[in-house]
């Protein structure tokens, strides 16, 4: 194996473009290191992305959203106090992947790149509406995050492709998102259901909602259904248990060690009605 | 298989070492360096027995590449005792016997003193937390948590 560590994505690019075998992109390292280690996936080459200037980095652009570096660790997220307050959803779900030494290293962009369906991160960054920038060898393009899962352990990214940033849009008065998730231990541990939630209320009514569950399917599901429901109401109980059932009949669900597919289908109702009711407190409060 | 030449700095002395790219920061300290302190457990991230202060974060060092190890600055348990005395919570952990086959207890000690470091009154639940990284096969987890609790308190009050 060669390791590479360019000073610029555009010599990251062109090192993946130019090198045989499989190539492989470091960022944290949680996920790379873990299947070199048990020899699950033995790159050639290793191009770590991590000295390239701005990359663990969090800025606020001038159209008011934030532009999360592809380095960028859970711990800065977390230690990130405007961007905690404006999505706390989004910060929360990163917050939950492992232990403090994990959270050190961990990236939003490794926790999509591995392509698990129960990645805590990724239903709180599509909710957001957040996209990622993705350079390539013709040229850099913007993609929905909602894009890149694809199935198992598998993206929509194309060879050589690299991720060099998460973009947020800019948050507004009277927003609010959530993740919650079922595990049963208290930490440590991979979601047997996750969901998120983003609502927009105007005068205590919501005038739009976003909502995917994760680990139901073999990707992210986004609930569209389930989220149009919830449109032009107060969350009342009545609409709650209805949202409720909704999700838990979008679910799709395998039965593994974690969970049965009958007690995930169940409990994806609950987290969801949790998730939602968090996001709508948090929605009225942020003014 | 090219090796790398690494200079880095552990416990503040500068080091030199050559590594092969799959090795990790731990296989690098244990096999090149010599400091055995930092043990390997899972080999995953999964147990926290190699943690590491890398460049000031609570590492994993078994999640860290030796050859990333470039230009940084390491702390490993080696390092944590002065010259003359132990670290408070060393002493604490010898004198609550917060330990019993002691093969967790250098990344535990470690990563308390990263807690403590940047937050000397934490909560209960927040040590626990912050150690759930850590395992521990042997104490069931309670001495260990009132021996960071009172080394807390002990480096408030004379602080």
Known sequence: ?287 | MTKIHVKTNINGDKVEFLADPRETLLDCLRDHIGLTGSKEGCGTGDCGACSCIFDGDLVSSCLVLGVEAEGKSIETIEGMAGEKELHPLQKKFIEMAALQCGFCTPGILIAAKALLDRNNDPTESEVRYWLAGNLCRCTGYDKIIKAVMETARDIRETA
Request: charged fraction near 20%.
């Open chain 1, 1 to 287: 194996m060669q390791y590479h560590s360019p000073s610029s994505f555009n010599e990251a690019v062109a090192i993946s473009n130019s090198s045989s075998g499989l190539v492989k992109y470091l960022a944290g390292g949680t996920d790379v290191l873990v299947q070199l280690k048990i020899g699950t996936k033995s790159p050639d080459h290793l191009i770590d992305i991590k000295n390239i200037p701005g990359v663990r980095e969090i800025s606020l652009r001038d159209d008011g959203g934030y532009t999360i570096g592809a380095a960028v660790s859970g711990a800065q997220l977390t230690e990130h106090k405007e961007l905690s307050k404006k999505w706390p959803g989004l910060v929360e779900g990163m917050e939950l992947v492992g232990s403090a030494q994990i959270q050190s290293r961990a990236t939003l962009v490794g926790n999509l790149c591995n392509g698990s369906p129960a990645a805590d991160s990724v239903p709180g960054m599509i909710v957001a509406g957040a996209s990622v920038s993705i350079l390539n060898s013709s040229g850099t393009k913007d993609v929905l995050v909602e894009d890149i899962p694809s199935g198992p352990g598998s993206t929509s990214l194309e060879n050589g492709e690299l991720i060099t940033a998460i973009n947020l849009p800019k948050r507004n008065d009277y927003e609010g998102d959530a993740y919650l998730r079922f595990i049963p231990r208290t930490e440590m541990d991979i979601a047997v259901v996750g969901c998120a939630v983003n609502l927009s209320l105007e005068k205590g009514v919501i005038t739009s909602a976003k909502v995917v569950l994760g680990a139901v399917g073999p990707k992210v599901i986004l609930a569209h259904s389930a989220a149009d429901c919830l449109v032009g109401t107060k969350l009342d109980d009545n609409i709650l248990s209805r949202f409720s059932a909704k999700c838990s009949q979008i679910a799709k669900p395998i039965s593994d060690k974690r969970g049965s597919e009958e007690f995930r289908k169940d409990i994806i109702g609950v987290i969801a009605q949790r998730a939602a009711k968090k996001a709508y407190d948090r929605a009225l409060g942020n003014n």
